[in-house]
T-cell receptor, first 114, second 114 residues
Framework: AQTVTQSQPEMSVQEAETVTLSCTYDTSENNYYLFWYKQPPSRQMILVIRQEAYKQQNATENRFSVNFQKAAKSFSLKISDSQLGDTAMYFCAFKETSGSRLTFGEGTQLTVNP | AAGVIQSPRHLIKEKRETATLKCYPIPRHDTVYWYQQGPGQDPQFLISFYEKMQSDKGSIPDRFSAQQFSDYHSELNMSSLELGDSALYFC?????????????FGNGTRLTVT
């Protein structure tokens, strides 16, 4: 079974600064998909960014980028120019194949301070 | 763009009662997933359906059942409710044919069992 670990229960960052959230996972599969989801106080689950394991290039979405290290099974999220609206719980998630379930990490509560 | 629709948004039931949660996936999405998120927890996978057939099963109690209908909407039926069933229930949908298709989540149904 796949496991996803987020070792930082809480993090904080000043507005406009950069922060990195860590995620590691365990799998015996060679191809899979990784995601970061954001859950603000509204509790809605919002997709932030996704990475396909067979792609070596790190995914980027505006201020959000990932550092995907396949050999180390690491998938960190970097948020640049942090904004107050980035305050949320961030979940790292793993998906083995198309149609399969998402397995979530425990989450990291990020607070952006003014 | 159309999103995943869940109803109701909030539901209050007493112990031993029955509850039914509904989910309407994004148009053309053929796979539906149900997740349960307890307070301060990461979402836990319950069950999924692809083309009206159960495709995967997670930690869903025997008191719960679910199905997907011909119009692809899904219902989660919960009987003999217990206090511990109080949680946020998410439905998500994806398009099976696209291997990197992420799960798109609804806004959730908050179930409170008293």
């Amino acid at each position: 079974a796949q496991t996803v670990t987020q070792s930082q229960p809480e993090m904080s960052v000043q507005e406009a600064e950069t922060v990195t959230l860590s995620c590691t996972y365990d799998t015996s599969e060679n191809n899979y998909y990784l995601f970061w989801y954001k859950q603000p106080p509204s509790r809605q689950m919002i997709l932030v960014i996704r990475q396909e394991a067979y792609k070596q290039q790190n995914a980027t979405e505006n201020r959000f980028s990932v550092n995907f290290q396949k050999a180390a099974k690491s998938f960190s999220l970097k948020i640049s120019d942090s904004q107050l609206g980035d305050t949320a719980m961030y979940f790292c998630a793993f998906k083995e194949t198309s149609g399969s379930r998402l397995t979530f990490g425990e989450g990291t509560q990020l607070t952006v301070n003014p | 763009a159309a999103g995943v629709i869940q109803s109701p948004r909030h539901l209050i039931k007493e112990k031993r009662e029955t509850a039914t949660l509904k989910c309407y996936p994004i148009p053309r999405h053929d796979t539906v997933y149900w997740y349960q998120q307890g307070p301060g927890q990461d979402p836990q996978f319950l069950i999924s359906f692809y083309e009206k057939m159960q495709s995967d099963k997670g930690s869903i109690p025997d008191r719960f059942s679910a199905q997907q209908f011909s119009d692809y909407h899904s219902e989660l039926n919960m009987s003999s409710l217990e206090l511990g069933d109080s949680a946020l229930y998410f439905c998500a949908s994806s398009e099976q044919g696209f291997h990197n298709s992420p799960l798109h989540f609804g806004n959730g149904t908050r179930l409170t069992v008293t």
